[in-house]
């Protein structure tokens, strides 16, 4: 069975200050790892992934197996960050996309 | 490519009517989500679709919920009878088969049962 786990339901910051929003892992085999935004009104859309190791928008996530985590992280947190995120995991060869709970983020100015 | 339509955007119904929600994937993609978004549950799969086949509906809460795909550019998510507890958002997303499977969601539907 695979399963996301994001502990925070709601995680608030002050503006200019780092941001890591928890996720943790649950499957038996190689996932790949992602991380979906929402912003206010908006339709979920993909963050990144960890396949491609990239940055967007300031943000990272680190795929750690031996801690079966894939935390997302910002050094500095900006007001447009505010928003919902969800972590969600996929097997390879095997479609099904499972998110976790989301952490709303809220960055105070 | 539009991206993912799903239809309405916005329902209001007594409780105990039938409620069908529709979606439209993006052409080409092969697997299709239902997903029912709640302040206390999060983001929940109700049933996952693959080639127009349901693969896995352990997420449908109970019998009065049924899901159809009857071909690749077409799915519906019915209620019947509906409940004030399926008040939520329900989205619908699709993606391609292989690697960086990115799912591509559409703008939900939001359901309000009174």
């Known amino acids: 069975a695979q399963r996301v786990t994001q502990p925070e339901k709601l995680l608030s910051v002050f503006k200019g200050a780092p941001v890591e929003l928890k996720c943790n892992y649950s499957?038996?085999?190689?996932?790949?790892l992602f991380w979906y935004v929402q912003y206010s009104r908006q339709r979920l859309q993909l963050l990144l992934r960890h396949i491609s190791r990239e940055s967007i928008k300031g943000f990272t996530a680190d795929l750690n197996k031996g801690e079966t985590s894939f935390h997302l992280k910002k050094p500095f947190a900006q007001e447009e960050d505010s928003a919902m995120y969800y972590c969600a995991l996929s097997g390879r060869g095997y479609q099904k996309v499972t998110f976790g709970t989301g952490t709303k983020l809220q960055v105070i100015p | 490519d539009a991206g993912v339509i799903q239809s309405p955007r916005h329902e209001v119904t007594e409780m105990g009517q039938e409620v069908t929600l529709r979606c439209k994937p993006i052409s080409g993609h092969n697997s299709l989500f239902w997903y029912r978004q709640t302040m206390m549950r999060g983001l929940e799969l109700l049933i996952y679709f693959n080639n127009n086949v349901p693969i896995d509906d352990s997420g449908m809460p109970e019998d009065r919920f049924s899901a159809k795909m009857p071909n690749a550019s077409f799915s519906t998510l019915k209620i019947q009878p509906s409940e004030p507890r399926d008040s939520a958002v329900y989205f619908c997303?699709?993606?391609?088969?292989?690697?960086?499977?990115?799912?591509?969601f559409g703008q939900g539907t939001r359901l309000t049962v009174v």
């Open positions: 997303a699709s993606s391609q088969t292989g690697l960086n499977t990115e799912a591509f």
């Open positions: 499957y038996s085999g190689s996932p790949e």
